[in-house]
């Protein structure tokens, strides 16, 4: 188990490192860059910030370095090495790899990608796990239901409420909440900023909203699962030892039928706990969904290779999750891995 | 409990339906049997000729819907299982009355271990704690036959050759010292030096336990080594009831004949043909009044296609449902005259060609 953890973390690092490397060349193939405005902008000022941001360096090797240090005399292949990768995307790895993201553009300089990160990542965490929590808590029971109760008016109910999860987009099952809340309620869906400090109430409206199609997708997953597994020999089984229905159900049925819902919790947490630009506008949440979307508007190059990268992360980490509560949930899966 | 007079199961007129798309299909059409205790009766038939459905409408397993017990009783003890609530069926199953399945790879749950699959129904029928559910279960696999059993109750089936699999439903079914255990086709899915095994293993723990059997195959070679009496099955219905000795002897239904004939024999020579069964199985959905052998009968006569023939006694203790009393003797001649008949035409057509060939 320890081998595989392992062998498995290892493997995220040269998946990064592609994801990384795909995501400069396309965000240098974009036109414009960081400093650009409407008007036009004094060569001067972009040449100093340019430099202030190392982006006036190769894109990707640095030869002319390393024939400048090789003409100086410099024979250390340590430091050659170093001057052919004093290149933008070179500096970038070596500095990542240090921890350092490098500076937001939009910032001017004065707040780091990491400090940005750990700044509003924790609100979209709280944000997106309380979206996960709702989405299994209620689309679990509710696919369950959907099978045991197959053909009857709960399977319906649950169809219903799966088909709009999926289907209905986001910024309107949003605005219909703020709408409902406020007038039906009276309350204020919108907090202030200083709202979602810590854990508070103002995270439950946008959290359902969130949650809604995840919540959506494991119904369905789970009703088909479910439905699956009844016609098991096995279920056949566990009823010819007499057991009742709940033995069956809870012990029996749900170990087997939690296997493709957890398939797809993995990616979907990565997906929820990095915020989402729509919510996060409509409900006013400070969050890093924001900052992703509107970096590569705005030719943020830091902060896109920054939130490109952490998201990579979060998936390879939910996966790696994934596969180790597969090894829980299916003996057969552990004794390969 | 017992009641000595009664037998221990007595099925009655059981009808058991399914509703499909293309109309309903009666599984199980009038089956009547018993099983006396201690006493192992042999259910034959094909693939679809309703001894499964039979066997699981015993358990009140049939899945519902979109099948139903249409009709008949299930005295079990005295008592019609038909009438039992779903809670009183649940203290039946597994404790008095257990089931071997066909398929041992996928009977078993393949996320718990076999441990806990042995002590939930101990813990439930027989009250027992975990720790003495889990001291049986590990005597109930050295029972049947399984190594290191204490050892073996933390694994997991698919660490479980074919064989073990069925070692391990039958000592689940054993657990609760049932009153009858229905084993449904149990060597079908296995190669045969293992089925041979498992066989062997069964005859042994029916002496040991004393416990009536209702044993399921298509095979009547199997028939012949394990059962006490015989209940020919045939598009749901019974059409021959007999001691084991007797179907063999004497069989007088055509259809068991057929089933007879076509089992290769040790005791027969070198390059005897088998006489199959010829057509097709039965349609299901076909509701005429009619033999429902008669399409695939060497012996029909006119009267076959207008009547449901009863099953009717054709000597003490042996019923069959043909209106004819045919014997195997009639069955075999008239196999070998055929056959005759057809070497015949063979030669004869090869004579013509041999002749053409001389004069030209």
Same mark, same amino acid.
């Given at each position: 188990?320890?081998?595989?953890?392992?062998?498995?973390?290892?493997?995220?690092?040269?998946?990064?490192?592609?994801?990384?490397?795909?995501?400069?060349?396309?965000?240098?193939?974009?036109?414009?860059?960081?400093?650009?405005?409407?008007?036009?902008? $004094?060569?001067?000022?972009?040449?100093?910030?340019?430099?202030?941001?190392?982006?006036?360096?190769?894109?990707?090797?640095?030869?002319?370095?390393?024939?400048?240090?090789?003409?100086?005399?410099?024979?250390?292949?340590? =430091?050659?090495?170093?001057?052919?990768?004093?290149?933008?995307?070179?500096?970038?790895?070596?500095?990542?790899?240090?921890?350092?993201?490098?500076?937001?553009?939009?910032?001017?300089?004065?707040?780091?990608?990491?400090?940005?990160?750990?700044?509003?990542?924790?609100?979209?965490?709280?944000?997106?796990? %309380?979206?996960?929590? %709702?989405?299994?808590?209620?689309?679990?029971?509710?696919?369950? %239901?959907?099978?045991?109760?197959? $053909?009857?008016?709960?399977?319906?109910?649950?169809?219903?409420?799966?088909?709009?999860?999926?289907?209905?987009? =986001?910024?309107?099952?949003?605005?219909?909440?703020?709408?409902? %809340?406020?007038?039906?309620?009276?309350?204020?869906?919108?907090?202030?900023?200083?709202?979602?400090?810590?854990?508070?109430?103002?995270?439950?409206?946008?959290?359902?909203?969130?949650?809604?199609?995840?919540?959506?997708?494991?119904?369905?997953?789970?009703?088909?699962?479910?439905?699956?597994?009844?016609?098991?020999?096995?279920?056949?089984?566990?009823?010819?030892?007499?057991?009742?229905?709940?033995?069956?159900?809870?012990?029996?049925?749900?170990? $087997?039928?939690?296997?493709?819902?957890?398939?797809?919790?993995?990616?979907?947490?990565?997906?929820?706990?990095?915020?989402?630009?729509?919510?996060?506008?409509?409900?006013?949440?400070?969050?890093?969904?924001?900052?992703?979307?509107?970096?590569?508007?705005?030719?943020?190059?830091?902060?896109?290779?920054?939130?490109?990268?952490?998201?990579?992360?979060?998936?390879?980490?939910?996966?790696?999750?994934?596969?180790?509560?597969?090894?829980?949930?299916?003996?057969?899966?552990?004794?390969?891995? | 409990?017992?009641?000595?007079?009664?037998?221990?199961?007595?099925?009655?007129?059981?009808?058991?339906?399914?509703?499909?798309?293309?109309?309903?299909?009666?599984?199980?059409?009038?089956?009547?049997?018993?099983?006396?205790?201690?006493?192992?009766?042999?259910?034959?038939?094909?693939?679809?000729?309703?001894? #499964?459905?039979? #066997? *699981?409408?015993?358990? +009140?397993?049939?899945?519902?819907?979109? &099948?139903?017990?249409?009709?008949?009783?299930?005295?079990?003890?005295?008592?019609?299982?038909?009438?039992?609530?779903?809670?009183?069926?649940?203290?039946?199953?597994?404790?008095?009355?257990?089931?071997?399945?066909?398929?041992?790879?996928?009977?078993?749950?393949?996320?718990?271990?076999? &441990?806990?699959?042995?002590?939930? #129904?101990?813990?439930?029928?027989?009250?027992?704690?975990?720790?003495?559910?889990?001291?049986?279960?590990?005597?109930?696999?050295?029972?049947?036959?399984?190594?290191?059993?204490?050892? /073996?109750?933390?694994?997991?089936?698919?660490?479980?050759?074919?064989?073990?699999?069925?070692?391990?439903?039958?000592?689940?079914?054993?657990?609760?010292?049932?009153?009858?255990?229905?084993?449904?086709?149990?060597?079908?899915?296995?190669?045969?030096?293992?089925?041979?095994?498992?066989?062997?293993?069964?005859? +042994? *723990?029916?002496?040991?336990?004393?416990?009536?059997?209702?044993?399921?195959?298509?095979?009547?070679?199997?028939?012949?080594?394990?059962?006490? /009496?015989?209940?020919?099955?045939?598009?749901?219905?019974?059409?021959?009831?007999?001691?084991?000795?007797?179907?063999?002897?004497?069989?007088?239904?055509?259809?068991?004949?057929?089933?007879?004939?076509?089992?290769? +024999?040790?005791?027969?020579?070198?390059?005897? +043909?088998?006489?199959?069964?010829?057509?097709?199985?039965?349609?299901?959905?076909?509701?005429?009044?009619?033999?429902?052998?008669?399409?695939?009968?060497?012996?029909?006569?006119?009267?076959?296609?207008?009547?449901?023939?009863?099953? /009717? #006694?054709?000597?003490?203790?042996?019923?069959?449902?043909?209106?004819?009393?045919?014997?195997?003797?009639?069955?075999?001649?008239?196999?070998?005259?055929?056959?005759?008949?057809?070497?015949?035409? *063979?030669?004869?057509? *090869?004579?013509?060609?041999?002749?053409?060939?001389?004069?030209?």
């Amino acid at each position: 188990m320890i081998g595989f953890l392992i062998r498995r973390i290892l493997a995220v690092i040269p998946v990064l490192f592609v994801v990384a490397f795909i995501t400069f060349f396309l965000m240098k193939q974009a036109k414009g860059g960081p400093f650009d405005q409407e008007k036009e902008v $004094n060569p001067a000022t972009v040449k100093t910030l340019n430099a202030r941001f190392g982006l006036d360096k190769p894109t990707w090797i640095n030869t002319t370095a390393v024939s400048r240090a090789s003409d100086q005399g410099v024979a250390n292949p340590l =430091t050659l090495t170093r001057a052919f990768l004093d290149s933008q995307f070179g500096n970038y790895i070596i500095n990542a790899v240090q921890g350092d993201l490098g500076p937001t553009y939009s910032s001017k300089g004065t707040e780091n990608v990491q400090d940005v990160i750990k700044r509003k990542f924790p609100i979209s965490l709280r944000l997106g796990l %309380l979206a996960a929590a %709702l989405a299994v808590l209620v689309g679990l029971p509710l696919g369950i %239901l959907g099978a045991l109760k197959q $053909n009857t008016i709960f399977d319906y109910i649950s169809l219903i409420v799966a088909t709009i999860g999926t289907s209905v987009p =986001t910024f309107v099952t949003g605005l219909l909440l703020t709408l409902f %809340l406020s007038r039906v309620f009276g309350v204020k869906p919108i907090k202030p900023i200083d709202a979602w400090d810590g854990y508070s109430t103002a995270y439950i409206a946008p959290a359902c909203i969130l949650g809604l199609n995840t919540m959506a997708y494991i119904t369905r997953l789970t009703r088909s699962s479910m439905l699956e597994v009844k016609r098991q020999d096995y279920i056949r089984t566990a009823r010819a030892k007499g057991m009742g229905d709940r033995v069956v159900i809870t012990r029996h049925m749900l170990r $087997n039928s939690m296997i493709p819902v957890v398939t797809i919790l993995g990616p979907a947490v990565a997906g929820l706990v990095t915020g989402s630009f729509i919510i996060e506008n409509i409900f006013r949440v400070p969050g890093i969904g924001d900052e992703f979307v509107g970096s590569i508007g705005s030719r943020d190059y830091s902060m896109i290779m920054g939130a490109t990268l952490f998201f990579a992360l979060l998936v390879a980490l939910g996966n790696l999750t994934v596969d180790v509560v597969y090894g829980f949930l299916d003996p057969r899966i552990r004794s390969k891995s | 409990m017992a009641k000595e007079n009664t037998p221990l199961l007595d099925v009655r007129n059981l009808q058991v339906q399914f509703k499909t798309q293309d109309g309903i299909i009666n599984a199980v059409n009038n089956v009547s049997f018993t099983v006396n205790r201690g006493e192992t009766l042999g259910i034959v038939g094909e693939s679809g000729s309703g001894k #499964s459905v039979t #066997s *699981l409408a015993i358990m +009140r397993l049939i899945p519902a819907p979109p &099948g139903k017990i249409a009709g008949g009783q299930i005295l079990f003890d005295g008592e019609d299982l038909v009438d039992y609530s779903e809670a009183e069926m649940r203290k039946i199953r597994g404790n008095r009355i257990s089931m071997i399945f066909q398929d041992p790879m996928t009977s078993l749950n393949p996320v718990l271990r076999i &441990g806990r699959q042995m002590t939930e #129904s101990l813990q439930l029928h027989m009250n027992m704690n975990a720790k003495q559910a889990r001291d049986r279960a590990a005597e109930l696999l050295a029972m049947v036959g399984i190594p290191a059993p204490d050892k /073996r109750l933390d694994d997991y089936p698919h660490q479980f050759s074919g064989g073990m699999r069925q070692r391990v439903m039958i000592a689940m079914g054993l657990s609760c010292n049932p009153e009858l255990l229905i084993a449904d086709e149990p060597t079908t899915a296995l190669d045969v030096t293992i089925q041979a095994q498992i066989l062997e293993l069964l005859n +042994r *723990l029916k002496d040991e336990t004393g416990t009536a059997i209702i044993f399921i195959t298509h095979d009547l070679g199997v028939v012949a080594g394990m059962t006490d /009496r015989v209940m020919v099955m045939y598009a749901g219905r019974a059409v021959e009831q007999t001691s084991t000795q007797q179907l063999y002897d004497n069989p007088r239904m055509p259809y068991t004949m057929g089933l007879l004939d076509s089992i290769p +024999r040790l005791d027969e020579g070198k390059g005897e +043909r088998l006489t199959p069964i010829r057509g097709l199985p039965p349609d299901m959905l076909e509701k005429a009044e009619r033999c429902p052998f008669a399409p695939r009968c060497d012996f029909v006569q006119e009267v076959c296609w207008t009547t449901i023939p009863p099953l /009717r #006694s054709v000597e003490p203790n042996h019923q069959a449902a043909c209106l004819f009393d045919i014997t195997h003797e009639q069955r075999q001649s008239a196999a070998s005259k055929k056959a005759a008949e057809e070497a015949a035409a *063979l030669e004869s057509a *090869l004579e013509s060609v041999i002749a053409e060939e001389h004069s030209a």
